[in-house]
């Protein structure tokens, strides 16, 4: 995980630096591929199989805050979330543990602006829209889900998961 962010930090600096020098398009015009805590995350869990969904968790959110704060999960366990947006701007639901959310929110704030694709961790919730994420959970104890982007996590919208073995 490490090595991608650095990979793609790296590679976003010399794509902006680029695209400026030789074309005029402002840095934020590139798309989010990627990241901290977008794709594979350092915890032990990973994208799950619909055919091993042993529960659907639902999560609304408003503008400021989840539905929920904690979610019990089994370690092994595959879960289906139904992310519903009931705000009024766009949000993010990622897993990752606690360092990769700050990594990523700091990557967030450096690339204000930028456009975010869907990873297996992490979906974008435009206003009214529902999206679904399939997630494994493996042992490690440091997983939460958060919206990364800069601000909202510190104004509520974060939670841990409680991973029992």
Known sequence: ????????????????????????????????????????TGTAGGPGKATDVTRTVRIDFGDTAFTVKQIQVQAGETIRFVITSKSSIR???????????????????????????DEPNAITVDPGQTKELIWKFGK??????????????????????????
């Open 1 to 40: 995980m490490t090595f991608r962010i650095a990979a793609l930090a790296g590679f976003a600096a010399i794509c902006a630096v680029s695209a400026q020098a030789a074309s005029g398009v402002p840095e934020h015009a590139h798309g989010h591929d990627g990241g901290a805590a977008h794709g594979a």
């Open 91 to 117: 949000h993010e639901f990622v897993i990752a543990s606690h360092d990769e959310h700050l990594e990523h929110r700091k990557m967030m704030q450096e690339m204000a602006g930028m456009e975010m694709d």
């Open 140 to 165: 490690d104890k440091d997983v939460e889900f958060a919206c990364d982007i800069p601000g909202h996590a510190e104004q509520g919208m974060a939670g841990k998961f409680r991973v029992l073995k």
